[in-house]
């Protein structure tokens, strides 16, 4: 158990809507990144945000957006959802959003599935 | 793009067997840290371990150990006396300093088999 907890374990989506996945992260932890894992496939980096701003983005489209909250917990949104979006999305929280990159805690994963 | 390489895709091998995770990184950085994680079914990143790229001493976790080696940028991972409850994905991720992502290879399967 790491202690980061996600919701919803599962859900499926037609193509072009919406959807918001949460994210409550270790405690004490200020730092929480999102990840992206297509089936059979490494976590791809989405966003990382530290205290609430978003601390760094991977290559993804303006319509995956994120928000952190001052418990830091935080939601990550997909817009327009496509059929390549069905993948594991991960979210991961760390102690520290400093230079050197500290252990990840890893959640259980939201499995979307977009039909 | 500094890609990470997990050339085995899939492994099986029957339990107390010894077995090898290899990786290969591609970087620019003069600093930068590698790490191992497993993924069981149930889905969440497990991490292994932590090593920084002026750390080239290997390194034993028990029935874990890793062999770091720059000249070759390998960071290869062997679990020895294998047992079924090591069956699981397994990544090799790298970071840099300065930048938060990790950067994932596309893991390796590892299958024990009773």
């Known amino acids: 158990e790491t202690g980061v907890t996600q919701s919803p374990t599962h859900l499926i989506k037609t193509r072009g809507q919406q959807v918001t996945l949460r994210c409550s992260s270790q405690s004490g932890h200020n730092t929480v990144s999102w990840y992206q894992q297509a089936l059979g496939q490494g976590p791809q980096f989405i966003f990382q945000y530290y205290r609430e701003e978003e601390n760094g983005r991977g290559n993804f489209p303006p319509r995956f957006s994120g928000l952190q909250f001052p418990n830091y917990s935080s939601e990550l949104n997909v817009n327009a959802l496509e059929l390549d979006d069905s993948a594991l999305y991960l979210c991961?929280?760390?102690?520290?959003?400093?230079?050197?990159?500290?252990?990840?805690?890893f959640g259980e994963g939201s499995r979307l599935t977009v039909l | 793009a500094q890609k990470v390489t997990q050339a085995q895709t899939e492994i099986s091998v029957v339990e107390k067997e010894d077995v090898t995770l290899d990786c290969v990184y591609e970087?620019?950085?003069?600093?930068?840290?590698l790490f191992w994680y497993k993924q069981p079914p149930s889905g969440e990143l497990v991490f292994l371990i932590r090593r920084n790229s002026f750390d080239e001493q290997n390194e034993i976790s028990g029935r874990y150990s890793w062999n770091f080696q720059k000249s070759t940028s390998s960071f290869n991972f062997t679990i020895t006396a294998s047992q079924v409850v090591d069956s699981a994905v397994y990544f090799c991720?790298?970071?840099?300093?300065?930048?938060?992502?990790?950067?994932f290879g596309q893991g390796t399967r590892l299958t024990i088999n009773p």
């Open positions: 991961a929280s760390s102690l520290s959003a400093g230079p050197f990159p500290g252990e990840l805690f």
């Open positions: 991720a790298r970071s840099s300093q300065g930048a938060q992502k990790l950067v």
């Open positions: 970087t620019r950085d003069t600093t930068y840290y």
